[in-house]
């Protein structure tokens, strides 16, 4: 069966600080697609970023860096010199191949910066 | 350029009441879902489409039903509500799962 596990439920960091935020899955099948989304206290989802799993480069986009290790199952999202603004629930995701690609959510992990 | 839009955006019903909640896209999607998202539970899918005329059931799907008779639209039922339904709910669609999903902006339901 598939799983994404956020075992962070609640994270608090004061502005400026880098904070990481786990994701572990689990999985039987050789392909499949990662991702995280971003749920701002305007309650909108918004796509951050997917990954495939043959994939395995790190990725950088601004302030924003994704750590994807296949021999751990873990697909770490890390905020560096983090803002208010990134205040935020944060979701790791999972597609399932062999049921047309659905998508699986963790239970997210809220983010607080504090000012 | 609307993305995906769901309506109504908040809603109350009563016990045993009947409601359909209206989902559609304008992106030529093939994929589109209906999860719903519960303190402490993330979200959790309740059915899902690969085309028109194609639906199946996620993890939470009792209570609801769902058709899709065109690819730009894809209505969740609610047959009975009860109060275990109240919930956010939100509607998403990819033109193919692996691509992820654009989310609409949710309805917030409250069954009394």
């Known amino acids: 069966a598939q799983k994404v596990t956020q075992a962070q439920t609640e994270i608090s960091v004061v502005e400026k600080e880098d904070v990481t935020l786990d994701c572990v899955y689990e999985?039987?099948?050789?392909?499949?697609?990662l991702f995280w989304y971003k749920q701002p206290p305007s309650g909108e989802l918004v796509f951050l970023i997917r990954?495939?799993?043959?994939?395995?480069q790190n990725e950088i986009s601004g302030r924003y860096s994704w750590n994807f290790q296949k021999s751990t199952s873990s697909f770490n999202f890390t905020i560096t010199a983090s803002q208010v603004v990134d205040s935020a629930v944060y979701f790791c995701?999972?597609?399932?191949?062999?049921?047309?690609?659905?998508?699986?959510f963790g239970k997210g992990t809220r983010l607080h910066i504090l000012p | 350029n609307a993305g995906v839009t769901q309506t109504p955006k908040f809603q109350v019903l009563k016990t045993g009441q009947s409601m359909t909640l209206q989902c559609a896209q304008d992106?030529?999607?093939?994929?589109m879902s209906w999860y719903r998202q519960d303190p402490g539970m993330g979200l959790r899918l309740i059915h899902y489409?690969?085309?028109?005329?194609?639906?199946d059931q996620g993890e939470v799907p009792n209570g609801y039903n769902v058709s899709r008779s065109t690819t730009e639209d894809f209505p969740l039922r609610l047959l009975s509500a009860a109060p275990s339904q109240t919930s956010v709910y939100f509607c998403?669609?990819?033109?193919?799962?692996?691509?992820?999903?654009?989310f609409g902006s949710g309805t917030r339901l409250t069954v009394v």
């Open positions: 992106m030529n999607h093939e994929y």
């Open positions: 990954r495939n799993s043959f994939d395995e």
């Open positions: 489409s690969v085309g028109a005329g194609i639906t």
């Open positions: 998403a669609s990819s033109y193919g799962g692996s691509a992820g999903y654009t």
């Open positions: 995701a999972l597609s399932d191949p062999n049921r047309d690609d659905k998508i699986i």
């Open positions: 999985t039987r099948d050789t392909t499949y697609y």
